[in-house]
T-cell receptor, first 115, second 115 residues
Framework: AQSVTQLDSHVSVSEGTPVLLRCNYS??????LFWYVQHPNKGLQLLLK??????LVKGINGFEAEFKKSETSFHLTKPSAHMSDAAEYFC?????????????FGAGTRLAVHP | GAVVSQHPSWVICKSGTSVKIECRSL??????MFWYRQFPKQSLMLMAT?????????EQGVEKDKFLINHASLTLSTLTVTSAHPEDSSFYIC???????????FGPGTRLTVL
């Protein structure tokens, strides 16, 4: 069975400081992993995805994540937070077994960015 | 990029009435569409998967007779909440995928409030 755990429900950082949002996954297969961001009253936007290519994945808006199989982690980072980064972030896993592409969402991490 | 729209963006209805929510892929043909439900400050839970021209596949615990899904074309899927009750109040989000890629494109969501 597949599952994903986001280790922090809330993260608060100051503008210009690094961001770290933690995610651990469980999967019987070689998974695909995603990070989505949800701004209020907007649809989920894909930040980045890992699909068994390079383990360090670069996404939009300066975000990146590293797939670490030994640690079953896929943490999201950004060197310098911007006020516009404040949003809800979801780590998502899907089994890379083809066919039925069910996305399993983590509980979400709310990122607050302070001036 | 691929755009998915939902209509309406919000709806308020009386208990016992039915509400239809539309999900459209605007610039691509969606072989599969997904319907999610999101409770306040919680994650997305997959309700059902619909493939164009066939019956939807519902997740365990989701009442198929209450949440009717129709995927009549490659660009349109509808979710009808029948005989809505206050406990059906939630944020409903659709997504669509095309081809064999695992990426799903999400709509902006529909907020349903049942009085």
């Amino acid at each position: 069975a597949q599952s994903v755990t986001q280790l922090d429900s809330h993260v608060s950082v100051s503008e210009g400081t690094p961001v770290l949002l933690r995610c651990n996954y469980s999967s019987s297969y070689s998974p695909s992993l995603f990070w989505y961001v949800q701004h209020p009253n907007k649809g989920l936007q894909l930040l980045l995805k890992y699909t068994s290519a390079a383990t360090l994945v670069k996404g939009i808006n300066g975000f990146e994540a590293e797939f670490k199989k030994s640690e079953t982690s896929f943490h999201l980072t950004k060197p310098s937070a911007h006020m516009s980064d404040a949003a809800e972030y979801f780590c998502v896993v899907t089994p890379f077994s083809g066919g039925y592409n069910k996305l399993i969402f983590g509980a979400g991490t709310r990122l607050a960015v302070h001036p | 990029g691929a755009v998915v729209s939902q209509h309406p963006s919000w709806v308020i209805c009386k208990s016992g009435t039915s509400v239809k929510i539309e999900c459209r892929s605007l610039d691509f043909q969606a072989t599969t569409m997904f319907w999610y439900r999101q409770f306040p400050k919680q994650s997305l839970m997959l309700m059902a998967t619909s493939n164009e021209g066939s019956k939807a596949t519902y997740e365990q615990g989701v009442e198929k007779d209450k949440f009717l899904i129709n995927h009549a074309s490659l660009t349109l899927s509808t979710l009808t909440v029948t005989s809505a009750h206050p406990e059906d109040s939630s944020f409903y989000i659709c997504s669509a995928r095309t081809g064999s890629d695992n990426e799903q494109f999400f709509g902006p969501g529909t907020r349903l409030t049942v009085l």
